[in-house]
């Protein structure tokens, strides 16, 4: 009988891992933010007990997450940041792609999250706000060409970020525009800007222009309606290019093997003949 696999230890953090940790716990218990600095190299040696190395590693760490910049000179130290969402972003999706996510799964918490994110963003839109969701909705009735797709799946999805930046709930807004980046990620994968979906185009330039006329009208239960059928069609369009791609895969698939059998027919017969 086969033997479980043994667990594997836990890795013990590194000093300058936990160093950074605390420095975090830190500043939000003082409620630092952009441009506050932080102790210097000396003062932090002698807090936490350790040599220069050691923090110089620590405060390393917290310039790659972003948190801080490092600057040199006279006026130099570690300078507090706030960080955007662009690089938690990146390394969440880089962990998902190798999941095998699909748009099915995307959309699972895509048709919840963003009727509740549409709903909060009602009344708090500004005229520069839909100054730039109108400019959104004009660009994406100029694409023309394949290239123009793309682009124009960028755009839809970029009208959705735009509503995320408006959001008052800082939670709900990172899930929203995170998804739209994995989606985004998804469009280039799967190619879903192909020029024959003119049906999905004209369907998301419809819901959108119905969502900015609710949203003049401060309508909640209209966005909320529009968003969950906008979410709804969008999933349906996302499923059937998937098995658009899944049906062309295993035609490929069946092409090659039929090349490969024909070409070790013809070896075979060539090396056999008398």
Request: glycine content about 4%; overall charge negative; charged content about 25%.
């Amino acid at each position: 009988m086969p033997q479980a696999p043994l667990p594997t230890a836990k890795r013990r953090p590194k000093l300058a891992e936990l160093i950074s940790d605390d420095i975090k716990r830190w500043i939000a218990a003082e409620s630092l933010g952009e441009g506050d600095r932080l102790p210097n190299e000396k003062a932090l040696m002698e807090l936490y007990g350790s040599a220069k190395a050691t923090v110089r590693e620590a405060l390393k760490i917290l310039e790659v997450e972003g948190l801080i910049t490092l600057k040199t000179g006279p006026k130099g130290g570690a300078v507090i940041n706030q960080p955007g969402m662009e690089p938690a972003s990146r390394m969440l999706r880089n962990f998902l792609h190798f999941q095998q996510l699909d748009g099915r799964q995307v959309y699972q918490l895509r048709k919840l999250l963003e009727v509740e994110l549409a709903a909060s963003v009602v009344g708090r839109l500004t005229e520069d706000d839909y100054r730039q969701l109108e400019a959104n909705m004009t660009a994406c009735t100029c694409c023309g060409g394949e290239e123009d797709h793309r682009r124009q799946r960028f755009l839809e999805l970029e009208f959705h970020q735009l509503l995320a930046r408006a959001c008052p709930n800082p939670l709900l807004a990172f899930m929203c525009q995170f998804l739209n980046d994995m989606l985004r990620d998804l469009v280039v994968i799967k190619k879903a800007y192909v020029p024959e979906r003119k049906q999905f185009d004209h369907a998301n330039q419809d819901y959108h222009r119905q969502l900015v006329e609710a949203y003049r009208a401060d309508d909640t239960q209209r966005v909320r309606r529009i968003m969950a059928e906008h979410m709804a069609d969008a999933e349906s369009h996302m499923s059937a290019l998937e098995a658009e791609m899944a049906a062309q895969m295993l035609i490929q698939s069946d092409v090659l093997h039929s090349h490969h059998r024909s070409k070790l027919h013809n070896f075979l017969t060539d090396n056999t003949a008398v």
